[in-house]
Structure formats: C-alpha cells, structure tokens
C-alpha cells in the first residue's frame, strides 16, 4: 500500500523559512517523480515545485528563488524548503508522486497524494 505522509508545516511569521518534509511508505522513490502542491482555502490546488528521478528541478513563477525542492532516495523522502515566507503562501502544503514515464506537472499526472500539511504566515 503506498503512502506518502507530510510533516513540518506550522505557523510562521513573513520572512521565516520552514522545511516541509514527505516520507513515501510501501514503494521505492528512485523510480518517480515527485511534487509538492499547495491548496489555499476557496483556492484551487496549485503547483509549487517538481523533481524529476534524475534529480533536475523546476518551480512555479509563485515561489521561484523562494523554494528549494530535494530528494533523499535511500530514505525515501522528498523536502521543501522554503525562504522569505509571506502571507500569500499560507496554505495547505501536498506531497504528490507519479511515474516518471508521464509527462508534466500538472495535478493529473500525479498518482498519489499525501493529506497535506498546514503552512499559515501572519503578516
């Protein structure tokens, strides 16, 4: 049964950093790609940042030079960091997987998701 579970969400003030955390049980991450998604409330669910098995990157207009994503395979986990956080980035934070044989980045492509976790920035 593959599950991905999200961890290090809170709230912040504008300019903290956090590190969201996404550990995958029950499949081996070096064959997927990975994203992270974020949902803020009445909003719909948008892309933040993807990483491919190979380990390139690529980040959405929003939260490029702000969003570092990553990978650790042996620990079959995947991370977000993010820098210089405002209030606009509060929202709940996805952890999605897909195949890396499909192609792009949009929330269709993704097989699996995490519940999320809360990220809320007061001014």
């Known amino acids: 049964q593959v599950q991905l579970v999200e961890s290090g969400g809170g709230l912040v003030q504008a300019g903290d950093s956090l590190r969201l955390s996404c550990t995958i049980g029950?499949?081996?991450?070096?064959?997927?790609?990975m994203g992270w998604f974020r949902q803020a409330p009445g909003k719909e669910r948008s892309f933040v940042a993807g990483?491919?098995?190979?380990?390139?990157?690529y980040y959405g207009d929003s939260v490029k030079g702000r969003v570092t994503i990553s990978r650790d395979n042996a620990k079959n986990m995947v991370f977000l960091q993010m820098i210089s956080l405002r209030p606009e980035d509060t929202a709940v934070y996805y952890c999605?997987?897909?195949?890396?044989?499909?192609?792009?980045?949009?929330?269709?492509?993704?097989?699996?998701w995490g519940q999320g976790t809360q990220v809320t920035v007061s001014s």
């Open positions: 999605a997987m897909k195949s890396r044989l499909r192609v792009g980045w949009e929330r269709q492509a993704f097989d699996y």
């Open positions: 029950g499949r081996t991450l070096s064959a997927y790609d």
């Open positions: 990483i491919w098995s190979g380990g390139s990157t």
